[in-house]
């Protein structure tokens, strides 16, 4: 690839690395300030309102909705969309740095999701349980999972989007699919509030983190005297 394609490659992903280190650190504070207080049973009260609110809205066509929505958050369905990204990013474009930052990020993500769950070990919530789940509650695979995964996916589209408005699209859309992913997790009883939320503090901070290490890795390629530009 010729230098001044490097450089346009750089800039189509590139946001500041400052921001990037200011949003790991608020990350990093919150999701440590609210594993302390789900230890201390600080946030109790707020999952038990939380949870019963969103409980509320219970029918069985909704639970049928839900289930769908949380299926599509599921590992299994998580490696099939990331095969088929990696896939079409290696075979397709011949992004190969691409579908090793969208790998790592997802690789990572659940390795960070099992040792949240070795450390706090929250045990699940014991009414209105809709689906049964197995192993420790706090912070959400499914959650977590789906994070990293469409966030990596936005990263990496946004780039190759041309238009304000399909741009915005991406992340609404992916932001829509992501919460809702979350909330039929409260919905089905199979987590609390507080573990959505620290799931999505935990998944945020690693996509950032590999997103800071993508963009050094590909700054890298072509030397420190090219100004990039942030998106």
């Known amino acids: 690839m010729k230098e001044g394609q490097q450089v346009k490659s750089i800039q189509r992903y590139y946001i500041s690395n400052r921001f990037l280190i200011l949003l790991s650190v608020l990350l990093f504070t919150a999701l440590g300030a609210l594993s302390i207080g789900i230890n201390c ?17 219970e029918s069985t066509g909704l639970t049928g909705v839900m289930k769908v929505v949380t299926a599509i958050g599921s590992v299994k369905l998580a490696v099939l969309l990331g095969l088929i990204a990696g896939g079409l990013l290696y075979f397709g474009l011949g992004l190969r740095i691409e579908v090793l930052f969208l790998f790592s ?13 070795y450390l706090i070990q929250r045990e699940r919530p014991i009414i209105h349980l809709l689906v049964e789940e197995k192993g420790y509650s706090f912070p959400s695979g499914h959650t977590m999972g789906a994070l990293a995964l469409y966030g990596a996916i936005t990263f990496l589209l946004w780039g190759h989007l041309t238009s304000r408005a399909g741009r915005i699209s991406l992340v609404i859309f992916n932001c829509l699919l992501v919460a809702m992913i979350g909330i039929s997790r409260v919905y089905l009883g199979a987590h609390f509030p507080s573990d959505i939320i620290g799931a999505l503090l935990a998944s945020g ?18 030397g420190p005297t090219h100004k990039m530009l942030q998106i």
């Open 105 to 117: 990020v997802l690789g990572g993500a659940a390795i960070w999701n099992q040792i949240l769950k």
């Open 205 to 222: 901070l690693w996509l950032t983190i590999m997103i800071q290490c993508f963009q050094w890795y590909k700054k890298s390629q072509i």
């Open 41 to 57: 049973r600080a946030v109790h009260e707020y999952d038990l309102n939380m949870a019963a609110f969103v409980q509320s809205f």
